[in-house]
């Protein structure tokens, strides 16, 4: 690691938007903790199911006193058969309901909570989530859990920006549409979701970056990324 370089946490890191985010600050040189239950194909590996309190303990032990430039929680989760004609509400367990809220929304409040003191150790601390469109009013889909836990996750982050206000910790949402990872565009191929042209993968890496290299006089509060053309 370059003396110079930026440390982060990025949770959901085994593949889809976590693996490319990780890979892309791996390979800029940067410490990266990547946080996820099976093995990252970039970063450090720390082990931890973000539903229960021990994996959320466990990225607190991980990180331990280090200062810490970012978190970074690209992990997200969804209902069985979610977003396919497949998808019935009736049919989804209580158990199904709640690991989705607990995922999406709990535990961004709880991980950001332990590794307040890690950001606050550096000089422009950053905490990005990946939001849906579907948490946005008037944009909400059938999945009644993954939709209520964006809602959730949003007005969780507004509420943090005002609880923290005396860290200086940078909050932001990116809302997307589809974006291309693997698991999309297999969707896409195999006909479980409609023609479209999804978001590029590098595009919401940029999106990431552009705000990491604001100055800390900036607050990007959300950002919506809408699929152009189908």
């Not at 009013?137 to 209520?148: F, G, I, L, Q």
């Not at 997307?176 to 919401?204: C, H, M, S, W, Y």
């Amino acid at each position: 690691m370059k003396p110079e370089a930026k440390k982060w946490v990025i949770v959901g890191a085994s593949r889809g938007i976590g693996a490319a985010v990780a890979q892309h600050f791996v390979s800029k040189g940067d410490w990266v903790i990547s946080v996820c239950r099976s093995a990252p194909i970039a970063g450090e590996w720390v082990k931890a199911d973000v539903s229960i309190p021990a994996g959320i303990e466990a990225i607190a032990n991980a990180v331990g006193d280090a200062p810490v430039d970012g978190l970074l929680y690209m992990g997200g989760v969804w209902e069985n058969h979610a977003f396919t004609e497949d998808y019935d509400f009736l049919k989804s367990s209580d158990e199904e309901m709640r690991y989705v809220i607990s995922v999406n929304a709990i535990a961004p409040i709880e991980i950001t909570r332990k590794l307040v003191n890690n950001l606050s150790k550096t000089k422009n601390p950053r905490a990005i989530f990946i939001g849906s469109l579907s948490g946005l009013e008037h944009k909400a889909s059938r999945e009644v859990a993954n939709t209520a836990s964006k809602f959730a996750l949003r007005g969780a982050i507004q509420s943090l920006r005002l609880a923290l206000r005396d860290r200086n910790i940078g909050f932001s949402v990116i809302n997307p549409g589809n974006v291309a990872t693997a698991e999309v565009l297999t969707d896409i191929q195999d006909g479980r979701f409609p023609p479209q042209k999804a978001i590029p993968l590098g595009d919401l890496v940029s999106c990431i970056d552009w705000i990491l290299s604001l100055s800390p006089q900036v607050d990007v509060s959300e950002i919506n990324l809408e699929q152009r053309t189908c």
